[in-house]
């Protein structure tokens, strides 16, 4: 069975910071692309980071030099690390893991995210 549990939510005040991690269990870790999505209310869900198996990463533009992702292979979990936080970034944060070849595609069940003071 498939499992990609998120951690690390919460409420944080502008400008502070989260660190996100999502433990995957079930499947192959390091053939699996790894994503952050988030979700804000009444809006559609949207990619926030990528990493590759390789380790490379991309990012969305209202996210780039605030937030950093990272895998550990050797855990099976990825991270985001989320700096200088705006109340905009308030959402739901999900996990999602991408079979590098065919069509296999996971998601966690969210980690809310709030920032305000």
């Known amino acids: 069975q498939v499992q990609l549990v998120e951690s690390g939510g919460g409420l944080v005040q502008p400008g502070g910071s989260l660190r996100l991690s999502c433990a995957a269990s079930g499947i192959i870790f390091s053939i699996y692309n790894m994503a952050w999505y988030r979700q804000a209310p009444g809006k559609q869900r949207e990619l926030v980071a990528i990493?590759?198996?390789?380790?490379?990463?991309n990012y969305a533009d209202s996210v780039k030099g605030r937030f950093t992702v990272s895998r550990d292979n050797a855990k099976n979990t990825v991270y985001l690390q989320m700096n200088s936080l705006k109340p905009e970034d308030t959402a739901v944060y999900y996990c999602?893991?991408?079979?590098?070849?065919?069509?296999?595609?996971?998601w966690g069940q969210g980690t809310q995210v709030t920032v305000s003071s």
């Open positions: 999602n893991a991408h079979h590098v070849i065919d069509v296999r595609n996971y």
């Open positions: 990493i590759t198996t390789g380790g490379t990463t």
